[in-house]
């Protein structure tokens, strides 16, 4: 069971390796906390407000998935990271608004798998807690997309 090599082509993955994908998660989780806490508060411009008190609400609920993703690193035995994937910066709102949905793409892509990765281990109510997490990211993924007149990047 240990250690051993996952079989080319299988999604299969050890319990180590769960810790390790979390990990990236609550990376991600983090840089999202910081992007949203600076890009909430330098937005300016009218036609920007609505999105920029609504990235000061996206700034909490990413607070409470690094809550949720450190909790399922610690349960599975694992240390979580403190180190969060750097954060880009710019004086553009759009700019800032399309780092923003570039990211929960990525971040909801990951989630998807990471939904699988734990069912296949057995470990379905975490897979529900991601699940419950996927909603809110793809509420941001809306809200961001609707705010640069775009319509919802496909996540596969
Ligand atoms: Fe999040
Ligand atoms: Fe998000």
């Known amino acids: 069971m240990k250690g051993k090599p996952i079989a080319e082509g ?3 993955i050890s319990r180590a390796e769960l810790i390790d994908l979390l990990n990236q998660d609550l990376s991600r989780e983090y ?3 910081i992007g949203y806490v600076v890009y909430s508060q330098v937005i300016k411009g009218a036609a920007y407000m609505n999105i920029a008190a609504e990235l000061a609400v996206h700034a909490a609920q990413e607070l409470s998935h690094a809550l949720i993703i450190a909790e399922q690193i610690d349960y599975l035995g694992g240390m979580p990271t403190v180190q969060p994937k750097p954060v880009r910066t710019s004086e553009k709102a759009t700019d800032m608004l399309q780092f923003d949905l570039d990211n929960e793409t990525a971040t909801i892509r990951s989630y998807r798998e990471r939904v699988s990765q734990c069912e296949e281990l057995g470990e379905y109510a975490m897979g529900e807690q991601i699940r419950q997490i996927l909603v809110d990211e793809q509420d941001h993924q809306i809200a ?4 640069l007149g775009k319509n919802v990047p496909v996540s596969k």
Do not use: H, R, V
């Not at 961001?144 to 705010?147: F, I, K, P, R, V």
């Open 31 to 33: 840089q999202a906390i």
């Open 10 to 12: 299988s999604k299969k």
């Open 144 to 147: 961001l997309a609707t705010a």
